[in-house]
C-alpha cells in the first residue's frame, strides 16, 4: 500500500483515484510488436464481443492486419465495435469505413471534423485519446499504442527503429471498468458531442428510468463501489485499478493518481513521458520528492516529434535539475510512452501524458498496478531505455533572460490554447 499522506494535507488534487480490485493478471507488452499480436490472437478466440477505441487507427500495414481481425470476428457472428477520434483518424477515415465494411461491425467516430463548422467548435480541441480493447468482458488492453506501424511516424515518415512505447493486457475484475468505459463512448458517440445533446436524447429515447440512471452513472464514472466486481478470490492477487480523465466527473482523475504515488515515495520514482510539461502541484511532488531523498528520473524524448512540444519540457530543465531531479533524453528513436514506476510497487501505463492536453482536455485511460513483480520488470525496461539515452547534466537553454523568455513564451502558449478550449485559472 501506499504510503499516508501527512496530516493536515490541504490540496484537492490528493482525493483518491480509480477503486483498485484484486486477483487480477497483468502482463506487460512493449511496442506494436508485442502489443499486435496478442490483440490478433484475443479476437480470433473472440466468443461475443470485440470493443476498440483508439485515436489513430492508420492505413498501413498494422491496420490492414486489425481490421482483417476485426472483421473475421465480426464474420463469425461476434458483435465488433469500433470507436477512432475524428482528428487522430481524419486522413484514414474514408478507406477505414471501407475496409470494416462487415455485417456485424460498427464503426463511430468521435467528433467527426466532416464539415467546415465543426472546426470553429472549442469542444473539438478536446479529442478522445483513449488506445483501449476489451473482448469478451474478461480480456482488455490499455496503453498509449495506436493502430499504427511502429516504424512508421505520421510526421517524419519511416524509422529503422521502433519508437518506445507500452500497454498492458488484463485479465480480471478490473477488466469491467474498461469494459464500461469503451460502452459509454460509444454511447456519447452516437448521440452526440455535447452533454446536454446525450441528456436530451436519453429523455426522447424514453428508456426506463433505471437503465437512464445507470447509464448516466457510467458516463459520468459514478458507477456505486456496490457494483465493482468482488476482490476476494483467490487469482493471482495483482492489485489493478482503471483511471479514466474525461470531461464530466472526473477531470483530474490520473494527475491525482500520479500526484498520490509520487507524495508516498520512499526510495525512487521513474516516469517516461513523451509530451512533458505538468502543472504547478504535479512539479511540487516531484521536486519535494527529490528533496527528500527519493530518486526522482524523468525519460523524455531526444528525438523530438513536435518542437513545440520538446521545448515546453525543456523549458523545465533548470527547475528540475536545480533540484535534483534526473533527466534523460531517448535518441535511440521516438518516444511515445506514457508510463511510471513508484518504489518497484506502484505502476501506470496508459494514454496520458503529462501536459495540459492529457491532464486538461483529452479523453485519457490509464491502468494502475499495484504489484512488485510487475513494477519491477516495468523499471527494468526503462533502465534499459535510459542506459542508451542521453542524460542531461546542464539545462540545454541559453542563461539569464533568454531562458524566461523561453520558458515565458511556453507558459503564454499553452494558456491560450487552454483559454480557446473553455480551460480557465492558472496551469
Same mark, same amino acid.
Given at each position: 500500500m501506499l504510503a499516508a499522506l501527512?496530516?493536515?494535507?490541504?490540496?484537492?488534487?490528493?482525493?483518491?483515484?480509480?477503486?483498485?480490485?484484486?486477483?487480477?493478471?497483468?502482463?506487460?507488452?512493449?511496442?506494436?510488436?508485442?502489443?499486435?499480436?496478442?490483440?490478433?490472437?484475443?479476437?480470433?478466440?473472440?466468443?461475443?464481443?470485440?470493443?476498440?477505441?483508439?485515436?489513430?487507427?492508420?492505413?498501413?500495414?498494422?491496420? #490492414? @492486419?486489425?481490421?482483417? $481481425? +476485426?472483421?473475421?470476428?465480426? *464474420?463469425?457472428?461476434?458483435?465488433?465495435?469500433? %470507436?477512432?477520434?475524428?482528428?487522430?483518424?481524419?486522413?484514414?477515415?474514408?478507406?477505414?469505413?471501407?475496409?470494416?465494411?462487415?455485417?456485424?461491425?460498427?464503426?463511430?467516430?468521435?467528433?467527426?471534423?466532416?464539415?467546415?463548422?465543426?472546426?470553429?467548435?472549442?469542444?473539438?480541441?478536446?479529442?478522445?485519446?483513449?488506445?483501449?480493447?476489451?473482448?469478451?468482458?474478461?480480456?482488455?488492453?490499455?496503453?498509449?499504442?495506436?493502430?499504427?506501424?511502429?516504424?512508421?511516424?505520421?510526421?517524419?515518415?519511416?524509422?529503422?527503429?521502433?519508437?518506445?512505447?507500452?500497454?498492458?493486457?488484463?485479465?480480471?475484475?478490473?477488466?469491467?471498468?474498461?469494459?464500461?468505459?469503451?460502452?459509454?463512448?460509444?454511447?456519447?458517440?452516437?448521440?452526440?458531442?455535447?452533454? #446536454? @445533446?446525450?441528456?436530451? $436524447? +436519453?429523455?426522447?429515447?424514453? *428508456?426506463?428510468?433505471?437503465?437512464?440512471?445507470? %447509464?448516466?452513472?457510467?458516463?459520468?464514472?459514478?458507477?456505486?463501489?456496490?457494483?465493482?466486481?468482488?476482490?476476494?478470490?483467490?487469482?493471482?492477487?495483482?492489485?489493478?485499478?482503471?483511471?479514466?480523465?474525461?470531461?464530466?466527473?472526473?477531470?483530474?482523475?490520473?494527475?491525482?493518481?500520479?500526484?498520490?504515488a509520487v507524495r508516498g515515495a520512499r526510495h525512487s520514482v521513474d516516469i517516461a513521458c513523451a509530451y512533458f510539461y505538468p502543472r504547478r502541484a504535479f512539479r511540487r511532488s516531484l521536486l519535494a520528492a527529490a528533496e527528500r531523498g527519493v530518486q526522482v528520473r524523468l525519460l523524455m524524448q531526444g528525438k523530438a516529434d513536435y518542437l513545440l512540444a520538446a521545448l515546453a519540457a525543456r523549458a523545465l530543465y533548470d527547475e528540475l535539475l536545480a533540484r535534483g531531479v534526473r533527466i534523460f533524453e531517448y535518441t535511440p528513436a521516438f518516444l511515445h510512452a506514457k508510463v511510471a514506476v513508484v518504489d518497484e510497487r506502484w505502476a501506470t501505463v496508459g494514454s496520458s501524458n503529462i501536459d495540459p492536453l492529457s491532464l486538461l482536455l483529452n479523453l485519457e485511460a490509464n491502468a494502475l498496478v499495484q504489484d512488485e513483480d510487475f513494477a519491477r520488470l516495468l523499471r527494468q525496461r526503462i533502465d534499459e531505455a535510459m542506459a542508451v539515452s542521453q542524460e542531461i547534466k546542464a539545462p540545454p537553454m541559453r542563461e539569464g533572460w533568454r531562458r524566461w523568455l523561453s520558458r515565458g513564451f511556453v507558459a503564454w502558449c499553452a494558456t491560450l490554447y487552454l483559454r480557446v478550449a473553455g480551460i480557465t485559472g492558472r496551469y
Open positions: 501527512p496530516e493536515g494535507t490541504e490540496d484537492p488534487v490528493v482525493s483518491p483515484p480509480g477503486a483498485f480490485v484484486g486477483s487480477n493478471r497483468v502482463r506487460l507488452l512493449q511496442g506494436g510488436d508485442e502489443l499486435f499480436p496478442a490483440m490478433h490472437a484475443a479476437m480470433a478466440a473472440a466468443r461475443s464481443q470485440v470493443w476498440l477505441a483508439t485515436y489513430i487507427f492508420h492505413d498501413d500495414e498494422a491496420g #490492414r @492486419a486489425m481490421t482483417d $481481425a +476485426l472483421c473475421a470476428a465480426a *464474420r463469425r457472428g461476434v458483435a465488433v465495435h469500433v %470507436l477512432v477520434d475524428g482528428f487522430g483518424s481524419m486522413a484514414t477515415l474514408p478507406r477505414l469505413k471501407a475496409w470494416l465494411a462487415v455485417e456485424g461491425l460498427t464503426l463511430e467516430v468521435f467528433r467527426p471534423l466532416d464539415r467546415w463548422s465543426a472546426w470553429l467548435q472549442p469542444v473539438q480541441l478536446r479529442r478522445l485519446h483513449h488506445k483501449v480493447c476489451v473482448v469478451d468482458e474478461d480480456l482488455a488492453f490499455v496503453g498509449g499504442i495506436n493502430i499504427l506501424d511502429d516504424r512508421n511516424d505520421l510526421s517524419h515518415g519511416r524509422s529503422q527503429r521502433p519508437r518506445l512505447d507500452f500497454a498492458v493486457e488484463l485479465h480480471g475484475p478490473v477488466v469491467q471498468q474498461v469494459l464500461r468505459l469503451v460502452q459509454s463512448l460509444d454511447t456519447r458517440a452516437r448521440l452526440g458531442q455535447e452533454w #446536454r @445533446a446525450e441528456v436530451g $436524447a +436519453l429523455a426522447r429515447s424514453q *428508456r426506463p428510468v433505471a437503465d437512464t440512471l445507470q %447509464l448516466l452513472r457510467e458516463l459520468r464514472g459514478t458507477v456505486p463501489q456496490a457494483e465493482q466486481p468482488d476482490a476476494s478470490a483467490a487469482l493471482q492477487p495483482v492489485r489493478a485499478a482503471f483511471v479514466v480523465r474525461d470531461n464530466l466527473g472526473r477531470r483530474r482523475a490520473i494527475e491525482r493518481s500520479y500526484i498520490e
